[in-house]
T-cell receptor
Framework: DAKTTQPTSMDCAEGRAANLPCNHS???????VYWYRQIHSQGPQYIIH???NNETNEMASLIITEDRKSSTLILPHATLRDTAVYYC???????????FGQGTTLQVKP | GAVVSQHPSWVICKSGTSVKIECRSL??????MFWYRQFPKQSLMLMAT?????????EQGVEKDKFLINHASLTLSTLTVTSAHPEDSSFYIC?????????????FGPGTRLLVL
């Protein structure tokens, strides 16, 4: 069973920041928080991951709470092409194994 | 960087035949590759973990004799669906793991859509 909880769906206006929450209250010390997205009929795309510090790359920012029980993925300026299913997943840093949950369907609207 | 390819992208076959799907990491070496299956409107389901040079580890409920996995090199893993039946029709996706630690992540291929008639 997936160990994260995400809202089923969210809407965001084009050009605005999209903030996608994820709860992972049972996260263990060596588990990373990974974010992937899947655009229809494609393989998942890696976005970002982190252990305890906030992370930023060219795609997004990842904010992890100090107790590590929740996190937020931020897409700073959402575009229509960001419409996808976003998965928040806890993964072992050693084995790389990921168990996908149902994710959040983000719909970016004009 | 971190590109993973799959071949073929589409395959249609008759019931009872075997189908081989290749997964390649193009710009990095992957000691571990993973195979997933995805049915329409569902999430990805992990089928097996493939380690280079050793036998694959299958998730509970996945038939190892039906889904043969070979990880012959650090850049290539293959999944063979043996004696395919219509219920095996699905979207098969592989991923390659770039390594442990801060920089480690799974990178996914584009997927292979299998239709068994």
């Amino acid at each position: 069973d997936a160990k994260t909880t995400q809202p089923t769906s969210m809407d965001c206006a084009e050009g605005r920041a999209a903030n996608l929450p994820c709860n992972h209250s049972t996260i263990s010390g060596n588990e990373y928080v990974y974010w992937y997205r899947q655009i229809h009929s494609q393989g998942p795309q890696y976005i970002i991951h982190g252990l305890k510090n906030n992370e930023t790359n060219e795609m997004a920012s990842l904010i992890i709470t100090e107790d590590r029980k929740s996190s937020t993925l931020i897409l700073p300026h959402a575009t229509l092409r960001d419409t996808a299913v976003y998965y928040c997943i806890l993964g072992s840093g050693n084995t790389g194994k990921l168990i996908f949950g149902q994710g959040t369907t983000l719909q970016v609207k004009p | 960087g971190a590109v993973v390819s799959q071949h073929p992208s589409w395959v249609i076959c008759k019931s009872g035949t075997s189908v081989k799907i290749e997964c390649r990491s193009l710009d990095f070496q992957a000691t571990t590759m993973f195979w997933y299956r995805q049915f329409p409107k569902q999430s990805l389901m992990l089928m097996a973990t493939s380690n280079e040079g050793s036998k694959a580890t299958y998730e509970q409920g996945v038939e190892k004799d039906k889904f043969l996995i070979n990880h012959a090199s650090l850049t290539l893993s293959t999944l063979t669906v043996t004696s395919a039946h219509p219920e095996d029709s699905s979207f098969y996706i592989c991923s390659a793991y770039s390594g442990a630690g801060v920089r480690g992540a799974q990178y996914f291929g584009p997927g292979t859509r299998l239709l068994v008639l």
